[in-house]
Nanobody, 127 residues
Framework: QVQVVESGGGLVQAGGSLRLNCTIS????????VGWFRQAPGKEREGLYC????????FYQASTKGRFTISRDNAKNTLYLQMNLLEPEDTAMYYC????????????????????WGAGTLVTVSS
């Protein structure tokens, strides 16, 4: 059974940093594309970054470029999202998802091809 577990969310002041972790069990992590998404209150879910199984990385939100960084550790079955210079607009539920195995179209801003999703971790940025 596949489990996707996010952690690392919390309350932080504007300008602060958080690192989100996503650990996935029950699948061959190396063969899956994994990504971060978020959904703010009253808004649709949006894709942030995707780390493809092939090694490529895609990002979808210009507002996070230069502030957010994605990385993965295949040995630990873990995906990370380092978030710096956080803004109140970054307040949202952050989700991790995995798609595959070895599916070229898994990464997308909509996440429609992602097969497994976590329950999310809440990030609140105060002004």
């Amino acid at each position: 059974q596949v489990q996707v577990v996010e952690s690392g969310g919390g309350l932080v002041q504007a300008g602060g940093s958080l690192r989100l972790n996503c650990t996935i069990s029950g699948l061959t992590f190396d063969d899956y594309s994994v990504g971060w998404f978020r959904q703010a209150p009253g808004k649709e879910r949006e894709g942030l970054y995707c780390s493809a199984w092939s090694g490529a990385t895609a990002f979808y939100q210009a507002s996070t470029k230069g502030r957010f960084t994605i990385s993965r550790d295949n040995a630990k079955n873990t995906l990370y999202l380092q978030m710096n210079l956080l803004e109140p607009e970054d307040t949202a539920m952050y989700y991790c998802a995995a798609g595959g195995p070895r599916y070229a179209g898994a990464c997308s801003s909509s996440g429609h091809a992602m097969k497994y999703w976590g329950a999310g971790t809440l990030v609140t940025v105060s002004s």
